[in-house]
């Protein structure tokens, strides 16, 4: 089963059920049992395709009696030209060919084109199925992770999304090629056996049962492997995590410097794929050298069974062999497909979990319509990440249409907990979400989503035009509805002067953008469905004086127009609010008119007189 972890050292890992399912069976029908498991959980995905994988059953019948002829009818041309003969004569078990040597030639060729094309065919399917499989894949994951509640996105480690999306997709539909080439070389392996049955019984008996026997006796070295593979699967996790930290933080690091330190934690994390990928890969590609070099040994004692047994039977004898030797070289495929689905399978594991838990977790959805929201409040609300620690305690109040409420309190006060509240991204432990006095839980999520919009302290721009940004992929979105945005953001100016105005491409690290800029971009965002709750999370606390005073003229803007909920700690930012909140260890301590506030509440007090120090010792602007 998945299990959630909150505390955000990873929101989806495997439950150790691997190693109860390894002490349940060691042998080779507790691997079967396993990999039977694995398939069964992500079977579902492969629906659409099962009936190429019919298709290939059917070809690979087809194409191992076609070359089990071929060999029988090259054994026999081998034959008559060693004597000189003009005809193809001679006994192969119950046939007895009698044919001229030309058109004997003519059906070999046949045959042989038919089996390449065959061969080509065989080779087609798996790609196809594997093709689609990984753009099914990719689409179940991301619309099960889109789906998800936002407690189990906050919970993941960085880049843990983008490792399932990459590595573990990949590993799986490696792995459903691989499945696709047990199937055809099983097949192709039994067409010949049994083409090798009808002309000498016993080879083929001696060879089928040392070759059964070979095979379960690797399968300890494949637990191995896939105990190797578990890790190689778990490191990735934790090596894509570095890798997005080093990306995220690729500005700072370039300022102070890659420190001894850094590079060695990032080397660390490049040993912790390196030794349980050398040991992976070594086992992958031993264990198929292996089975090949013992295999050849069980060749020559049944070729020598069959040479004293039925020494006069030249043709039969030369037939079976070539079908021994490439039913050999099937069997061998069919060991190193079966170790790389070992390999796999901790990765097919891990994907599965994912997207079970992903699936476990959905957003909550209501079914009510929501009209124009007059009033939006809580009601007895407690919330906690965990259930033994809240950190809101009865949180109670409510807002009215086209008020601006300023949200501030101490660092850990509990303030963006509120927020996420407000914007519907965590339920509460207990109390309400009210929105015009019913639960805000029961209104449709696209039309709260409509509702209500959002502004973060930190700005995460896409890589796109500035009217992708300010559109943020809302096709209903007009033109006119991304400049009137930008209009109100007090950003459309600049946006003209830039080269290619609302076209110009900007992103993550884009030139040209200014912190300002980059900020009045998300509301110009926030407000281009024309919200009627907007909730921003400290707007001006990395602007100049120039961005913040535009910031609050758009701010003053909204007063009448929408609920505006903003969180700050500058007195200048909450001077456009009609109320103030005041939050500290997780209650509402006051929350009236900013002139109440500050003649009523220490808290807010002690900002006023610091930001007051702030402003005598700045002096007058240059």
């Known amino acids: 089963m998945p299990v959630h972890d909150p505390a955000g050292t990873g929101a989806v890992r495997v439950a150790d059920n691997e190693g109860t399912a390894a002490r349940r069976g060691r042998g080779g029908l507790g691997s079967a049992r396993r990999a039977a498991a694995a398939w069964r959980r992500l079977a579902p995905f492969f629906a659409a395709s099962r009936g190429q994988v019919v298709t290939i059953a059917i070809v690979s019948v087809v194409a191992g009696v076609a070359e089990a002829a071929l060999l029988a009818l090259v054994a026999s041309l081998a034959l008559s030209l060693s004597q000189g003969s003009d005809s193809v004569q001679g006994d192969l078990g119950p046939l007895t060919l009698d044919s001229p040597l030309d058109v004997a030639f003519v059906v070999a060729l046949v045959l042989a084109l038919v089996r390449g094309g065959l061969q080509l065919w065989l080779a087609y399917l798996p790609a196809a199925i594997s093709a689609s499989a990984m753009v ?19 919970a993941e480690r960085d880049g843990q999304f983008q490792t399932f999306m990459n590595v573990h997709v990949n590993q799986t539909t490696q792995a459903i090629i691989q499945i696709a080439s047990v199937v055809t070389n099983v097949l192709m ?19 089928s049962v040392a070759s ?31 890798v997005q930290g080093v990306a995220a933080t690729a500005e700072e690091m370039q300022v102070f410097g890659a420190s001894p330190r850094f590079v060695e934690q990032f080397y ?7 030794r349980p990928l050398l040991r992976s890969r070594f086992l992958v590609g031993a264990l198929p050298s292996l089975y090949q070099s013992v295999a050849l040994l069980l060749l020559v004692v049944a070729l020598a069974v069959v040479s004293l047994m039925d020494a006069g039977q030249m043709t039969t004898l030369g037939a079976v062999v070539l079908m021994l030797v490439r039913a050999l070289s099937y069997g061998q495929r069919v060991q190193y497909s079966v170790t790389g689905i070992d390999e796999k399978l901790p990765f097919m594991n891990h994907l599965a979990d994912a997207i079970e838990t992903y699936r476990a977790h959905r957003q909550v959805d209501g079914g009510r319509p929501l009209g124009a929201v007059e009033r939006i409040g809580m009601r007895d609300v407690r919330f906690g990440y965990e259930a033994d620690a809240e950190v809101l305690h009865d949180i109670t109040f409510e807002v009215a249409r086209g008020e601006v409420v300023g949200i501030v309190g101490p660092s850990g006060a509990g303030k963006s907990s509120l927020v996420q509240l407000l914007l519907r991204l965590r339920e509460p432990t207990a109390g309400v979400l009210t929105v015009n006095g019913e639960d805000a839980w029961q209104v449709d ?18 890589y796109g035009t500035v009217a992708d940004n300010i559109r943020f992929y809302r096709d209903d979105l007009t033109d006119a509805d991304v400049e009137r945005a930008a209009r109100w953001a007090h950003v459309h100016d600049e946006i003209e002067q830039w080269p290619d105005g609302y076209a110009t491409t900007v992103g993550r690290r884009a030139q040209g953008v200014s912190g300002g800029q980059r900020q009045r971009l998300a509301i110009a965002r926030a407000l281009a469905a024309e919200p009627e709750v907007l909730v921003l999370d400290e707007p001006t606390s990395a602007l100049d004086v120039r961005s913040e005073e535009l910031v609050q003229e758009t701010l003053r803007g909204l007063r009448g127009r929408a609920t505006v909920f903003l969180v700050a700690h500058r007195l200048s930012t909450l001077a456009v609010c009609d109320r103030v909140m005041v939050v500290r260890d997780g209650r509402i301590e006051m929350f009236d008119t900013p002139e109440r506030v500050l003649a009523g509440n220490d808290f807010f007090q002690e900002v006023h007189e ?12 240059d």
């Open 189 to 207: 392996f039994l067409s010949l056996m049994i083409s090798a049955v009808a002309l000498s019984p016993v080879a083929a008996a001696v060879l």
């Open 610 to 621: 610091i930001t007051r120090r702030q402003a005598v010792g700045a002096g007058p602007a």
């Open 268 to 274: 660390g994390l490049l040993d912790g794929v390196r």
């Open 212 to 242: 059964l026997g070979l095979f379960l006796a690797l399968r300890p070295l494949a637990r191995r492997l896939r105990r190797h593979s578990r890790e190689l699967s778990e490191e990735n996790v934790e090596y894509a995590n570095g």
């Open 136 to 154: 099914g894949l990719r689409r179940r994951l991301f619309d099960a992770f889109v789906a998800a509640t936002w407690s189990v996105k906050a």
């Open 445 to 462: 999520r696209a039309h709260w989503q409509r509702a209500v919009a959002y502004v973060p302290q930190q700005t995460q721009l896409v």
